[in-house]
Each structure stands twice: as structure tokens, then as C-alpha cells.
Nanobody, 116 residues
Framework: EVQLVESGGGLVQAGGSLRLSCAASGFAFDDYAIGWFRQAPGKEREGVSCIVGGEGSAFYADSVKGRFTISRDNAKNTVDLQMNSLRPEDTAVYYC?????????WGKGTLVTVSS
């Protein structure tokens, strides 16, 4: 069974940092791209960052480029999202995602709140 569990959210002041982690199980982790998405109150879910399997190329939304860094540890089956220079508009529930054999899997999310 594919499972994704996010952790690391919390309350932080603008300009601060948080590190989110996604722990994955139930699939051949090394082979799959993992994505981070977020959903702010009243808004649609949006893609934040993605890291591919294998060589681990990373991609970022324009809104987080230069502030967020995604990384993966294939030995631990985890994908982290280091978030620096946080802004109030980064406030959202953050989810990790994987598509395995055509099925879309999501974690339950972790809440990030950035105060001004």
C-alpha cells in the first residue's frame, strides 16, 4: 500500500524557515518523482516543487524559486522541502504526491502558517 506522511509544519514569522519532510512507503521509491503541492484557504491546490527519481533533478514554481530547496534521501525514502525567507502568502497546507501505476497518491498534509 502506497503511503505518504508529511511532517514539519508549524507557525513561523515572515522571513523565517521551516523544513518539511515526506516519508514514503509501499513503492520503489528510488524510481519515482515526488512532488510537493500546497493549498491555501479558499484557493486551488498548486504545485510547489518536484524531484525526479534516479538522478534527482528538481523543479520549482516561480513563486518559490530561490527560497525553497527540495531534496531526497533514497536510503530513508524521504523527500524534504527546505523553506527559507517565508512569506505570509506561503501559508497553506502542504502535501506530498506520487503517481504510481497511474494512480495519484496524496498524504494528509501539514499546515504551514507564516505570520506577518
Amino acid at each position: 500500500e502506497v503511503q505518504l506522511v508529511e511532517s514539519g509544519g508549524g507557525l513561523v514569522q515572515a522571513g523565517g524557515s521551516l523544513r518539511l519532510s515526506c516519508a514514503a512507503s509501499g513503492f520503489a521509491f528510488d524510481d519515482y518523482a515526488i512532488g510537493w503541492f500546497r493549498q491555501a484557504p479558499g484557493k486551488e491546490r498548486e504545485g510547489v516543487s518536484c524531484i525526479v527519481g534516479g538522478e534527482g533533478s528538481a523543479f520549482y514554481a516561480d513563486s518559490v524559486k530561490g527560497r525553497f530547496t527540495i531534496s531526497r534521501d533514497n536510503a530513508k525514502n524521504t523527500v524534504d522541502l527546505q523553506m527559507n525567507s517565508l512569506r505570509p502568502e506561503d501559508t497553506a497546507v502542504y502535501y506530498c504526491n506520487v503517481i504510481v501505476r497511474g494512480m495519484n497518491y496524496w498524504g494528509k498534509g501539514t499546515l504551514v502558517t507564516v505570520s506577518s
